[in-house]
Nanobody, 121 residues
Framework: QVQLVESGGDTVQPGGSLRLSCVASGSIGSINAMAWYRRAPGKQRESVAAVTSGGDTNYANSVKGRFTISRDNAKNTVYLQMNSLKPEDTAVYYC???????????????WGQGTQVTVSS
């Protein structure tokens, strides 16, 4: 069993900051890419940022320069530092990871349950 649990969502004013965390737990052999997605009300889910096991990152154009993704491999944790938040960043944020279970040769994609971020004055 593998589980991803996000935390850190909250309501903040425009211009504010939040830091999301996502911890992977369970029978984990190794983790490849880890990423954050979001789904705003009435919109499709979109990729926000991703980080490889080696630390290479990529970002959606809408968050470049404002969001930073990082990971702590020893803790099986990925973070999303969000600065200069805008009302259009309001969404449920989901963690995603490519995980190989112990004893398996294959990687599967796993999702967290989501954490709500609301940017409003």
């Amino acid at each position: 069993q593998v589980q991803l649990v996000e935390s850190g969502g909250d309501t903040v004013q425009p211009g504010g900051s939040l830091r999301l965390s996502c911890v992977a737990s369970g029978s984990i052999g190794s983790i490849n890419a880890m990423a954050w997605y979001r789904r705003a009300p009435g919109k499709q889910r979109e990729s926000v940022a991703a980080v490889t096991s080696g630390g290479d990152t990529n970002y959606a154009n809408s968050v470049k320069g404002r969001f930073t993704i990082s990971r702590d491999n020893a803790k099986n944790t990925v973070y999303l530092q969000m600065n200069s938040l805008k009302p259009e960043d309001t969404a449920v944020y989901y963690c995603n990871a490519e995980i190989r279970k112990k004893g398996s040769d294959y990687f599967g994609r796993y999702w967290g349950q989501g954490t709500q971020v609301t940017v409003s004055s």
